[in-house]
């Protein structure tokens, strides 16, 4: 009968997956659908918009042809007509001049001869025929105003649509996901010497399999890649997933998208729980900051009363229960929203805020940046359950590193009010690995990936990031692969001595001989 159920359960299972694949199937051709006919009246729209052009283009060069050919009708008219008028004008003289020497012919006194031939002489030497030159100043050819346009009808009879490339095909094996960077491979499928350049796209999303529609992330757009082999950096995985996908462009035109890939880009995301948060620590999602006036009129009638002895204890415990303020003893897992102080917050001297996702399995990385003038603060896990008056560090709940930099400087390893001095110099940033499986948390300078300081743990319960910030402010890096060369030092070494030696405890109420370490002066708060 059981046997029988499992059995159903996953044939069950198999159906609601292959209902999901069809559903976004559907999605997407109705998706498509409805593009191509956006497509198809855009390309319509753009090629009248072209012939237009081309239209416009041919009506100018044809005006502008027109005016030539009318300029040059003038030009030859005007130098004709000038000559005509200038011929007729020669006519005419030497039509009077030659009548006159024929009248000349017929004198019989011989000085009046003598003087009539000169005058003819001297007439005919300016006479307007004999300057004119006898050759028309233009033609009647217009032929060197003709076109040929047979070449242009054959190009305009062989216009085509543009050559658009063809669809790349990304290489998922040669895709790569490390060190919150994402490498992507494609090729051609056929090869193409007129590829101009690539367009990849990608985004980020919550499924696994092929994209979706209807996703709530937009594609993010990586634009004239010249090769075939694109990586991104500085990424941050705050989804479990990216869609990927790439286009071939060349000069003309941008070809089909390739067939897109899911890479999964697991990390571990978790803010800061304002919920569980010191009122006098300024929280925003990943930031916090020491605010001095935040507790102002509220918890500091709980700092001046904790050092009056456990009397005044008991009664700063009665008020803040008489202020709705619930048991510290809570060990749930899972926070609500809730308005500020509606839940055991930490107080007194416990500058402290938890992150707001537990660990419960697996191997997870994290970085911290304090402000440069950051006084002190401490940055670990603990268990849920750690007191709104316990400091990091200080119980047996609960793991940190400690930088003091208030009057005297220092740099420990704390657990179970119990400090071990780290003799490394004090990091930028800090790096936290924990492997909850294996019992382990470790911490390493963010920059070099040198490791610090390790500690072997029994978890008995989930645990969650924890901090501590006196004087100054943190600022939190999640979503991040565990960086490749922790990843190897993890795989090579369990446990260093020196400086970064490992501190066992195989039972979080009770600490092993080897960590019974020296115990150094209190330096959490001043």
């Known amino acids: ?56 283009i041919l009506d100018e060069m044809k005006e502008s042809m027109t005016n030539n050919i009318k300029q040059e009708t003038v030009r030859k008219s005007h130098e004709l007509q000038n000559q005509l008028t200038q011929s007729t004008s020669a006519l005419e003289s030497a039509e009077e001049l030659l009548e006159f020497a024929n009248n000349a012919l017929h004198i019989t006194d011989e000085g009046d001869f003598t003087k009539a031939a000169k005058q003819i002489k001297d007439r005919v030497t300016m006479a307007p025929a004999f300057r004119l030159t006898l050759k028309p100043k233009a033609t009647d050819n217009m032929t060197h105003l003709m076109v040929d346009f047979s070449q242009e009808r054959q190009l305009l009879q062989g216009l085509k649509f543009l050559p658009v490339p063809g669809a790349p095909e990304i290489m998922l094996g040669d895709c790569l996901v490390i060190d919150n960077e994402v490498t992507v491979a494609w090729r051609m499928p056929v090869e193409d010497s007129k590829i101009d350049h690539y367009i990849l796209e990608y985004r980020k999303t919550k499924h696994e399999g092929l994209p979706r529609v209807k996703d709530e992330q937009r594609w993010e757009v990586v634009d004239d890649i010249k090769s075939t082999e694109h990586t991104l950096q500085g990424l941050r995985f705050d989804t479990r997933f990216m869609n990927f996908r790439v286009r071939a462009c060349n000069k003309a035109a941008a070809g089909d998208y390739s067939d897109p890939v899911t890479l999964e880009t697991r990390a571990f995301n978790f803010g800061f729980d304002s919920t569980s948060s010191h009122l006098n620590l300024k929280v925003e999602d990943r930031s916090v900051e020491w605010d001095p006036q935040g507790g102002k009129g509220v918890d500091s009638k709980v700092k001046g009363k904790e050092n009056k002895g456990s009397s005044a204890h008991f009664t700063n415990l009665k008020d803040m229960s008489r202020s709705g303020t619930p048991s510290p003893k809570r060990t749930s897992l899972t926070r609500s929203p809730a308005p500020r102080g509606a839940r055991d917050r930490f107080t007194g001297e416990s500058y402290t805020v938890l992150g707001d996702t537990s660990v419960e399995s697996g191997q997870h990385y994290w970085e911290v940046k304090p402000q440069k003038d950051c006084k002190s603060y401490s940055v670990g896990l603990a268990y849920r359950n750690l007191g709104k008056f316990d400091q990091l560090g200080k119980t047996s709940t609960s793991w940190c590193i400690h930088i003091n930099n208030w009057l005297q400087n220092s740099f420990a390893a704390k657990h179970n009010n119990k400090a071990k001095n780290l003799d490394v110099p004090v990091p930028d940033s800090v790096g936290v690995y924990c492997d909850f499986d294996r019992g382990q948390l470790s911490f390493y300078n963010a920059e070099n990936k040198q490791l610090l300081h390790t500690f072997k743990v029994k978890f008995t319960q989930p645990v969650v990031p924890a901090f501590m910030v006196w004087c100054g402010g943190l600022t939190l890096s999640t979503g991040l692969q565990i960086p490749s060369a922790v990843r190897s030092f993890q795989k090579t070494e369990n446990g260093l001595g020196g400086s970064n030696s490992s501190i066992c405890q195989q039972d979080p109420a009770e600490a092993c001989d080897i960590c019974l370490y020296d115990k150094l002066p209190s330096v959490d708060v001043p």
């Open 1 to 56: 009968m059981d046997s029988q159920k499992d059995a159903l359960h996953r044939i069950i299972a198999t159906l609601a997956n292959k209902n999901e694949e069809l559903q976004n199937f559907i999605e997407t051709l109705n998706h498509t659908l409805g593009r191509v006919q956006v497509n198809s009246t855009q390309v319509v729209s753009d090629l009248e918009e072209e012939f237009d052009t081309l239209y416009s």
